[in-house]
């Protein structure tokens, strides 16, 4: 399935990405408690919300938002490539985060499941 590669490359571009804006936050990814946090505040963050945390001035805000935005791509990551029958490898933080999201989404009193 050559023609599938894409979504593998994508979404180790995008764990880069994860990790890089983890670190600008201080963030444990080895803290299940941290993660599973951040994943629960991903998922019920608005678009509204994200946006003004991409424009703030403060840089761990600001990271924060990006990260948000980054959940928003490796889901749909993970959705293209469910539809398309093609497995993106989970290991690393994307593995973590991933799950923790996963999580977090089937959690009482999540909102719809889904990250706006």
Excluded: N
Aim: one cysteine or more; glycine letters at 8%.
């Amino acid at each position: 399935m050559s023609g599938f590669g894409h979504y593998e490359r994508t979404a180790l571009e995008l764990e880069d990405e994860i990790v890089t804006r983890g670190v600008l936050m201080g963030l444990d990814w080895a803290d299940p408690v941290q993660v599973r946090a951040l994943a629960s505040e991903a998922l019920d963050c608005t678009s509204e919300q994200r946006l003004a945390m991409l424009r703030a001035h403060d840089e761990k805000v600001k990271a924060k938002g990006e990260l948000f935005a980054l959940s928003e791509l490796m889901l749909d990551i993970m959705r293209q490539s469910a539809l398309a029958g093609v497995h993106v490898p989970d290991v690393g933080v994307w593995e973590t985060f991933s799950r923790a999201l996963a999580e977090a989404a089937r959690a009482p009193g999540a909102a719809d499941g889904s990250a706006t």
